[in-house]
Structure formats: structure tokens, C-alpha cells
């Protein structure tokens, strides 16, 4: 019998897990590895046979640089210009997302990159229509 | 998989319009997006000495509807180009579309299946249909362009939460390149103005690009009397995504492309001399589009190795090369990738002059890009266009000295697909 229940599609349940501070991601029962943000299939080895699972939030912010302004999304306008980084997370994945915690000038960047590697933390940033993955540094 | 052509496929002509904007250039200004595409065709299939009734099959690219407005472009174009009861599809690969037809044509002839395939490619990236006019046209403000272009990439978790171009393919890949080699911030902006000066100057040999005025000439124009005082100023030359400058970057461009692919035997005596089209490799990605690395692409990497297979060379072996350069670092880093330049070297070698069409690593000598401009879906054929010229020895001023016998170009469809195709002299 086909399980007939409504339920969340992934990218919605992603969202609405941003919305509740949760970073959702699904981890493969056949290679172990983490898909993030979520499908429905394993992007390392094709498995269907994949579970949701949260991650920590954890990361290191290997690079940053900024967007232009006017934004290229007009999401994203009330911001620009903002930083955008390069991180690589606790759990394995590598994620590219806004960057709070240094301004988007020449200067700072400059700072930022001869510092080197940096731990960063996951958390929501609430834009008008949307919540969307951000991640803090800390100076 | 076999990784084999079974049969000899060359290309026996190739077309290309002006690149600019079909409201202002004069080569184009007025065209209706149907001549500008025919015009061309009618090149492409006049070098190979055919007309559009004598191939088999028509491969029409177009990736960005939404500009164009001429899905179906097969049966669209066929009364422009000749090509009536042809057999025929629509496709797209992005920016890599006219080079994906190369090898989709390739596969066919190859298969036994066509014996001549016409390929062609076009796009609007600077005008738009103008409400419902069958050929009235207006200008596409910058952020409706990066919309409809951002539609090719991650639209589930990328694009809605703050993904754009700048950063991902310019801005991170620069700092990765010069943390990985210990360039500094002031080394790489003073190498990075030298691939454009070498852009811009070829781009002023080209009568067909979109930007055709050199570096140095553009900088004089405002009173710079020097150039890298130019690129340094926050006015003319702002970061886009540091330390990435706006003149780094791709250009957009209205134009279109066409090439004629056929058997080797059956191109015999023809009108012009054909190059062969050796081999090819096509990998694609999702974001992200590299992991801890910037400068390295996985997908890239497996299509350059895909492509050296089949047509049985090595990086040695090339006499000219264009990689993909809507990010002028994006470029370096798959020429290194690919060992045309030394891995960390690129930008040196830039400054040295050795990418210049007189250098002894040629690359993009059509201008790029940024000089030569961009029409998403028909550019990867006006690059394969450059490679055929200077193979025949027909590419002016800007000939590269030793006649390139080994051609590879790559190209990156959004977002992404890598595409490597090798060409060599008959
Ligand atoms: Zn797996």
C-alpha cells in the first residue's frame, strides 16, 4: 500500500527547520555520508536509502568575500553589499552562505583572510519572505 | 564507458555575428533575433560550401528564454536558415550549448546515423522582446539578467539564500588561488589587470567583439596615463566581490554562432580546409562547485581527462587553448588544471606576456568573455569559431605565429557543466 499521508517535501522541511533554528540535512545508510541541505538521495553514492538528520551548526569558515549592491536577488537588496564565505562543516560538508560578524569592506576581508581558517556557527537569518542559512564569526 | 568516436567527424565550417547589443552595435543594430541567428548560419554553412538543405540535422541552442522568446527553435528559425524537414531539437547546456551540439553531432555522425549536422547557438542577454512586439526590442536592466541567468543554478537552497555569481566564481576562487600559492592581494590585482589588458588587446584585433577598445586606450580616455592607475580607481574598476574587480568579469552580449559538423570523407574538397574534432568531455556539478579548494573543479578535471582520452593527447600537445572565462581567475585556475600553465604560475605568466597571441601559451585570442562578450548559449560555438580560424591560419592580426595543430577549448555551462572539446589539424 502506497503511504497516502501528507507530508513535508524536503525543501520546505528545510526551511521550516531554519525558521525553528534547526540545520537539516539527510545522512546515507549505505556510505554514511551527509547530504546538505537535504534531498531525497544520497549525492555521494546514489543511495535512495537516506535518513533526515540534524547537524550542529558547526563549521569553519575557510574564505570570505562580499556580493554587489544592488543584489543580484532582490531578496537580498535591504543587505547588500554582505559578506558570502567559502566553510567546511563539523559534520564533513562543504556550504557556501551569508557571513555575519565582519563588514563586507576591503579592509576587513584583508583581516579576515591573513587570520587564516576561523570557527564559525550556523545560525537563521530572517529576510522578509524567507529564512535563510547564515553563519557567525566571532572577532 | 568506450570513450570512442568510430568514425572521423570534422568541422567544415563555422559562423559567428558581431557580439554587442541589437539596439545600439552597428554590425547587428536592428537585426530581428531570426537574422541575427541566420546571418550566422548562412556563414557557417557558405565556409563549409552547403546550403541548409544539403545536412541532415539541426541542433538549435538556446538557454535563456526568457529574453529570446523562440522556444522550438528548430521549426522557428528553419524558413531564416534553409533548413525546412530537417530533423531537429531545442536544447540547452547553457553556456556550453554550442559545444555540447559539437559533441552531440559528433556522437550521431559517428553512430552512423547523420552524416551532416548543422549546430547553431543564440542568445540576448542585453535585450529583451519589448512587450508583445514581433520585433521591437529594449534593454534587460542588470538585475532581471543575473534572474533569469540564475534560473541554471541551485534554485531549491542556493540562489534563494544569497548565492551570486561574484562571490562563488570570482571573489572565493581568488582568495583560494592566492592562499594555496602565497600570492599577495597586491601580487594578484597586478596580475589580474594583465589578463585583461592581454583581453582587451585582443579583443582590439577583432572586428566581431563586443568590446574592441584596448585597456590602456579606455584608461587614456579618462585621463589615466596609467592604465593600472585606471584599474585601481573604485569608479571605473569596482570590487565586485574582493579582492575581484568588475573589469575581471564577463561582458554581456547579444550574438549567435554556428558551426557544420560532417564526416571526414564527405568534407574532402570542400570550400574550406575542415578541422577535425578529435574528442571531447562533458561533466557536470551542482553547488558547491569545488570543495575545501577553489581552485580545484572536480567536474572540470574529469572532462579534460574525458576529452585528452578520446582524442588521444597530452596538455604538451596544445597550440592554443581557451578555457571559460567569465571570471578571469576561474580561466587561470583550468588552464593550470588542465597543465598549460604551471599550477600557481598563471598569473605570472600573464605579466610576462606569454598568454598574449604572439606569446608561447595563447589563450582566447578571440578576447574572452570580457572582450569578446557573452551570449550565454551561442558563445561556446564563436570560441570553437577563434580555435578553427587559427588552425586555418585566417584569424589577422592576431594570428598566433606557430599555427596551432592541437586546439582545446573549455567551456563551463551555468551552473555547471564542464565541457572539453579537442580539435586538430587534418
Ligand atoms: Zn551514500
Known amino acids: 500500500m502506497q503511504n497516502t499521508t501528507e507530508r513535508t517535501g524536503a525543501i520546505a522541511g528545510y526551511y521550516e527547520g531554519l525558521a525553528a533554528g534547526l540545520f537539516r540535512a539527510i545522512v546515507c545508510k549505505s556510505c554514511g555520508s551527509h547530504t546538505f541541505p537535504p534531498t531525497g538521495c544520497c549525492e555521494h553514492c546514489g543511495s535512495w536509502d537516506v535518513e533526515p538528520v540534524e547537524l550542529s551548526g558547526d563549521a569553519t569558515l575557510l574564505f570570505a568575500t562580499h556580493n554587489i549592491s544592488p543584489a543580484c536577488h532582490p531578496r537580498f537588496e535591504k543587505i547588500a553589499p554582505y559578506v558570502y564565505g567559502h566553510l567546511r562543516l563539523k559534520e564533513g560538508p562543504i556550504v557556501q552562505a551569508i557571513i555575519l560578524g565582519v563588514d563586507a569592506t576591503p579592509g576587513d576581508l584583508q583581516r579576515l583572510f591573513e587570520r587564516g581558517p576561523v570557527p564559525a556557527k550556523a545560525e537563521t537569518l530572517q529576510m522578509d519572505d524567507l529564512p535563510v542559512l547564515a553563519f557567525r564569526i566571532s572577532n | ?426
Not at chain 2, 24 to 42: D, F, H, R
Not at chain 2, 230 to 250: G, K, M, T
Open chain 2, 1 to 426: 564507458m568506450r570513450n570512442k568516436l568510430r568514425e572521423q567527424v570534422v568541422i567544415s565550417g563555422v559562423g559567428c555575428s558581431r557580439f554587442g547589443n541589437l539596439l545600439e552595435t552597428p554590425e547587428i543594430k536592428g537585426m530581428s533575433i531570426q537574422e541575427l541567428t541566420a546571418s550566422a548560419v548562412k556563414e557557417a554553412l557558405d565556409d563549409a560550401g552547403l546550403t541548409g538543405q544539403d545536412v541532415d540535422a539541426v541542433f538549435a541552442g538556446n538557454a535563456m528564454v526568457h529574453s529570446s522568446q523562440v522556444p522550438g527553435t528548430y521549426s522557428q528559425l528553419s524558413k531564416w536558415t534553409g533548413t525546412q524537414f530537417k530533423a531537429g531539437v531545442h536544447f540547452e547546456a547553457q553556456c556550453s550549448t554550442t559545444n555540447v551540439g559539437a559533441a552531440m553531432a559528433a556522437m550521431a555522425i559517428a553512430a552512423g546515423v547523420y552524416d551532416t549536422v548543422l549546430v547553431y547557438g543564440l542568445e540576448t542577454t542585453r535585450t529583451k522582446v519589448k512587450g508583445h512586439s514581433p520585433y521591437e526590442r529594449e534593454p534587460i536592466s542588470h538585475q532581471q539578467t543575473w534572474l533569469w541567468t540564475d534560473m541554471a543554478v541551485n534554485q531549491a537552497y542556493g540562489v534563494p539564500q544569497g548565492y551570486d555569481i561574484f562571490s562563488t566564481y570570482n571573489g572565493l576562487v581568488a582568495l583560494g588561488y592566492c592562499r594555496k600559492h602565497g600570492i599577495s592581494i597586491e601580487d594578484f590585482d597586478r596580475g589580474m589587470f594583465e589578463v585583461c589588458r592581454t583581453r582587451r588587446l585582443h579583443g582590439s584585433m577583432n572586428p566581431k567583439a563586443n568590446i574592441q577598445e584596448k585597456l590602456e586606450d579606455r584608461a587614456a580616455r579618462d585621463g589615466f596615463g596609467d592604465p593600472f592607475g585606471y584599474w585601481q580607481s573604485e569608479e571605473h574598476n569596482p570590487f565586485v566581490a574582493w579582492p575581484s574587480r568588475l573589469l575581471s568579469l564577463v561582458t554581456t552580449a547579444d550574438g549567435a554562432s554556428a558551426m557544420v559538423i560532417t564526416r571526414a570523407d564527405l568534407a574532402k574538397g570542400g570550400r574550406s580546409r575542415p578541422v577535425e574534432l578529435k574528442g571531447f568531455g562533458v561533466s557536470y556539478s551542482d553547488l558547491p562547485w569545488y570543495g575545501e579548494d577553489p581552485t580545484f573543479w572536480e567536474f572540470d578535471k574529469r572532462a579534460i581527462d574525458a576529452a585528452f582520452d578520446m582524442a588521444g593527447i597530452t596538455a604538451a600537445d596544445i597550440g592554443y587553448l581557451h578555457t571559460h572565462d567569465c571570471s578571469h581567475i576561474s580561466g587561470i585556475c583550468t588552464a593550470e588544471t588542465i597543465g598549460y600553465l604551471e599550477a600557481g604560475k598563471g598569473l605570472d605568466a600573464a605579466r610576462e606576456g606569454r598568454l598574449r597571441f604572439d606569446g608561447d601559451r595563447p589563450m582566447s585570442t578571440h578576447g574572452g568573455r570580457h572582450a569578446f562578450g557573452h551570449a550565454w548559449g551561442a558563445s561556446a560555438g564563436t570560441d570553437t569559431y577563434e580555435a578553427v580560424l587559427q588552425m586555418r591560419g585566417q584569424a589577422g592580426p592576431r594570428q598566433i605565429p606557430k599555427v596551432p595543430d592541437i586546439s582545446v577549448i573549455h567551456t563551463h555551462g551555468y551552473a555547471m557543466i564542464g565541457t572539453v572539446i579537442v580539435l586538430g589539424s587534418l
